[in-house]
């Protein structure tokens, strides 16, 4: 029993380590995928360009433009422009906003007068004009603050934000802290059902399938034999996106690490089984990684939690969602690294993931073909 | 009751009928022969037989059990090697041979001296670290049946095991099976080599989806009753263009010495000689000779056909 | 242009330290059938690919339809057809389009290939069934159709390789009228196989045994001098260098 599948299991390790190639592919691209998909989601909300029209000149007036300009969410592209000017600017994609200071913006605040701080946006994109209204906002109630003692009506204003990342806890979206855990899920969904997806149609095409049939080998041996090998690969890509990207992305992990590479054992084995569910039915090798690729790809993408709130979904498509495993782990994950959850907070969605695993496997096993036709 | 035993077969994929109510069986330690070309239906026949495709009626059983009844039974203890090559290309011999020794749980006790004798039977020892991928053909089929031979089979099936090998391998690999057979196993093989036929115990011819014929292949040519000729020639070509068209004839087939034929009602060996001069197509004699298989094989097709 | 379709003296041809052919001279008049056997790693297949001008010799000199092997190599490959044992056939293509496809590799104008493709189905007995896919032709009719492909162009020079292997014993032989037919009008063909049924068809074999040819000759007389009854039996006597 054990031997038959230690042997599979062997084969396969084997087979895997003389790829070179594809396992350089698959231990590589999943570092890839990191930056690339951090980066590139995060690009908007940073260093977005602005110009600066500064008519009060006055050190009140500098400070605003320094706390405003402090992070790294504004780039400053152009200053004391012409207002006329402001059309070609956006025009040219010169700048996005303009901050404009009026000449009273000093006077303004010692009378305890709200000064009109004009915020121009180019709002052709709608979702950086709303991110870009409330940080400005922000900063300039809180920029109001300091000289409450001025204006004591401005000092009862209480600040309601501070200015630091954290404010923008919108979920799933704005910066790299809540990307990284939600990466780890996304890049790990979308490996690990094509590896499997291809593991046994491969067989059949190569022909050694017909020969293994014919032997004492029962179906969930040869499975078991070809999830194994890969759940190895895929956690060591795991850990991997997890330490790199938690380093590169300075996200530390607030909770257990242990418990989230356990986690991370049981959510991969989801993706594993389903791409030996996968690799059961269909006919060429081709056909089994599109297959992985449509099952996986959107879902894991949009309806897990990764991009777009679930609560905010349509009823239907949370349907749907509930039977991605990501969308568990995506709890789970970030769970842990940002909220330092324990194993009883996680439990539930463990639990479920695990019952997919079971599910999975299991149908997998029922589902593969002992003859040829 | 024999080892394999198949009697009244059929199968059909759709419309297509694969098997056509075969029936036959193989006697302990004996090598059977399938024989006929591509696509007749012997590797379908195989594929049943070790229980890898299902079948529409008729009755299969492997050491008197039911291969649709008790399928895990005959693939733990048969011995098969289907027509690719079917081993990992990318693992060594060694690495292959342990793997199928583990596969089929050849006790561990004895699977090294089993390894250590096969490879002295298939002379693959100097080749233990080298990959599957990177042997030759000849030496792939010796290692593929060695793999098959570790877990001590007494029923053994080959699917054209000298496929696409070269004449030289070939003839070693029959010197194999026949030692095979001298040990008792017993052997269904199939091949798309006439000659091959020779080396059987009992052949069938497969073709389309029917056997036939079947005997011993010593004694299959007497199916063929009438006498046959030979037009010994180094140019076939005229000989058989002129023959064919003529009435004197009834079957006529080329060859590569010349053209074989069998006479019409009335008709004469002479009468065929002085057609040919007439028609100035060379020859150097014309004379009986015995049928051969692919005489037989010819005579049983063309029958098959009308 | 010379009467021979091959004619090369100490062709050579060495790898490194390995010497894969050794002094090879033989000629091949037109229009015979000419096979070439040995056993794998003999050197048949580099032998041929010099011929083909896929390869250039180490030693040696020849021509091939009447070019030079050295020199004019490119041009060796335009008077060649090949027909590949795995018959070099589109599926999914019909019989029509396969033909269409290796008349525009080979290079010949529109007017030309209809031409061709018109008697090459009518010649192989296919008019009929021009526009069915050739995936379901019977295996017979397929290699006849990649002859059919091979031949388009009108090669002086076409190679076959185990052309009817696993095909029945009725289908080889209306495909080796097609070759006698198409050898009596001057096409020479070279015959490479392991399939020693196929050997007996040729006019003259050539065995080759490590890089050498050690007989070439009339598969009849062979077997008359080895006392063989088959060519398979004086393949492995020769082979194996045993006597006569």
């Known amino acids: ?49 602005i110009a600066i029209i500064d008519e009060s000149r006055t050190p009140e007036s500098r400070s605003l433009v320094a706390h405003v300009t402090a992070a790294d969410f504004f780039h400053v ?31 303004g605040l010692a009378a305890g007068v709200d000064p009109q701080v004009q915020l121009v946006i180019d709002a052709s994109d709608p979702n950086v004009a709303g991110f870009i209204t409330s940080y400005v906002g922000e900063v300039a109630a809180k920029e109001g603050a300091p000289t409450a003692s001025a204006s004591p009506a401005l000092e009862a204003a209480p600040s309601l934000f501070s200015v630091s990342p954290r404010i923008f806890y919108n979920p799933e979206m704005r910066s790299t802290v809540f990307y990284v855990p939600g990466l780890i899920a996304l890049i790990l969904g979308l490996i690990t059902t094509v590896l499997t997806s291809i593991a ?75 791409g030996a569910l996968i690799s059961t039915r269909v006919k060429s090798q081709a056909d089994a990684f599109m297959r992985a690729q449509a099952v996986t790809n959107l879902p894991t993408m949009m309806l897990s939690g990764f991009v777009f709130p679930v609560s905010s979904m349509p009823r239907m498509f949370q349907l749907v969602s509930a039977a991605v495993p990501a969308t568990y782990f995506m709890q789970i994950i970030r769970g842990i690294i940002l909220k330092g959850n324990t194993i009883s907070d996680v439990l539930p969605q463990a639990g479920i993931l695990l019952g997919m695993d079971i599910l999975l496997v299991a149908l997998s096993v029922r589902s593969f073909r002992v003859r040829l036709e | 009751m024999d080892p394999i035993v198949v009697r009244g077969l059929c199968k059909s994929y759709g419309k297509v009928q694969a098997v056509k109510d075969v029936s036959f069986s193989v006697t302990r330690g004996s090598i059977f022969g399938l024989i006929g070309p591509d696509g007749g239906g012997k590797t379908t026949l195989m594929r049943i037989i070790v229980s890898l495709l299902s079948f529409g009626s008729g009755e299969v059983f492997f050491q008197g059990r039911r291969v649709d009844r008790e399928p895990d039974y005959v693939r733990a203890h048969v011995g098969y090697m289907p027509q690719r090559f079917s081993l990992y290309q990318d693992l060594t011999v060694e690495e292959n041979l342990r793997f199928f020794g583990d596969l089929f749980e050849v006790p561990r006790a004895e699977v090294k001296a089993r390894r250590e004798r096969l490879y002295e039977f298939s002379g693959l020892a100097p080749f233990g670290t080298r990959r599957a991928g990177a042997l030759s053909g000849g030496m792939k089929q010796k290692l593929a049946l060695s793999c098959m031979l570790l877990h001590a089979p007494e029923v053994v099936v080959l699917d054209e095991p000298t496929f696409g090998v070269d004449p030289v391998s070939r003839a070693d690999f029959w010197q194999i099976l026949q030692s095979l057979r001298d040990q008792g196993i017993t052997i269904l093989v199939s091949t798309a080599y006439m000659d091959e036929a020779l080396q059987c115990d009992r052949v ?24 046959l000729f030979l037009v010994d020639t180094d140019a076939p070509l005229a000989a058989y263009e002129t023959i064919s068209s003529s009435a004197l004839c009834r079957e006529c087939s080329l060859f590569g010495e010349g053209v074989h034929f069998t006479l019409a009602a009335g008709a004469a060996a002479e009468g065929v000689a002085e057609l040919l001069k007439d028609r100035r197509a060379s020859f150097r004699s014309i ?20 | 242009m010379s009467d021979w379709a091959v004619d090369v003296r100490d062709l050579t041809r060495v790898f490194g330290s390995f010497t894969a052919v050794d002094h090879v001279s033989f000629s091949v008049p037109r229009g015979e059938i000419f096979g070439f056997l040995g056993a794998n790693g003999a050197g048949k297949t580099t032998t041929i690919r010099m011929l083909c001008g896929l390869l250039l010799p180490s030693e040696g000199n020849g021509t091939v339809s009447g070019y030079d092997i050295i020199r004019d190599y490119e041009k060796i490959k335009l008077r060649i057809g090949y027909m590949s044992q795995q018959f070099s056939l589109y599926e999914d293509l019909t019989a029509r389009e396969n033909l269409e496809f290796y008349g525009g590799i080979y290079g010949l104008t529109r007017r030309r290939i209809r031409e061709r493709i018109a008697e090459t189905l009518g010649s192989l007995g296919f008019s009929g069934h021009a526009d069915t896919l ?51 009008r001057g096409t020479t063909v070279f015959v490479t196989t392991h399939y020693m049924d196929e050997a007996e068809y040729c006019n003259r074999v050539a065995i080759m045994r490590q890089g050498r040819i050690v007989e070439i000759e009339n598969p009849q007389r062979l077997k008359e001098r080895y006392g063989a009854a088959t060519m398979q039996d004086v393949f492995l006597k020769v082979v194996r260098g045993e006597g006569q």
Request: aromatic residues 8%.
């Open chain 1, 1 to 49: 029993m054990n031997r038959v599948l230690m042997a599979i299991f062997r084969k396969e390790m084997i087979q895997i380590f003389r790829d070179p190639q594809s396992l350089i592919i698959v231990l590589v691209m999943p570092l890839l995928m990191l930056f690339l998909y951090g980066y590139a989601i995060n690009l908007d909300m940073k260093r977005i360009d």
């Open chain 1, 77 to 107: 592209t152009a200053r004391d422009i012409p207002t006329t000017s402001i059309g070609e600017l956006f025009n040219a994609r010169t700048a996005r906003c303009v901050l404009i200071i009026p000449g009273d913006y000093a006077s």
């Open chain 1, 200 to 274: 046994i149609v491969r067989e059949r095409e190569t022909g050694t399938m017909e020969q293994i049939l014919v032997s004492p080998a029962r179906p969930r041996q040869i499975i078991m034999g070809k999830i194994l090998p890969y759940t190895l690969i895929a956690f060591i890509d795991g850990l991997l996106i997890l330490v790199v990207g938690s380093l590169w992305f300075n996200v530390p992990v607030k909770g257990s690490f242990l418990l989230v590479n356990l986690m991370m054992l049981i959510y991969i084995l989801a993706g594993l089984s389903l």
């Open chain 2, 204 to 227: 069938a011819l497969v073709y389309k989806g029917r056997i036939l014929a079947a005997d011993l292949p010593a004694r299959l040519p007497d199916h063929f009753t009438d006498p």
């Open chain 2, 287 to 306: 004379r009986p000779v015995p049928p051969g298989l692919e005489d037989l094989f010819l005579l049983l097709m063309k029958e098959e056909i009308l």
């Open chain 3, 134 to 184: 050739a995936a379901s032709f019977p295996t017979g009719w397929k290699q006849r159709l990649a002859l059919g492909s091979a031949l388009l162009h009108e090669p002086a020079i076409v190679f076959l390789d185990e052309p009817t292997s696993g095909v029945d014993p009725v289908s080889r032989r209306s495909f080796w009228l097609l070759i006698y037919r198409l050898a009596e």
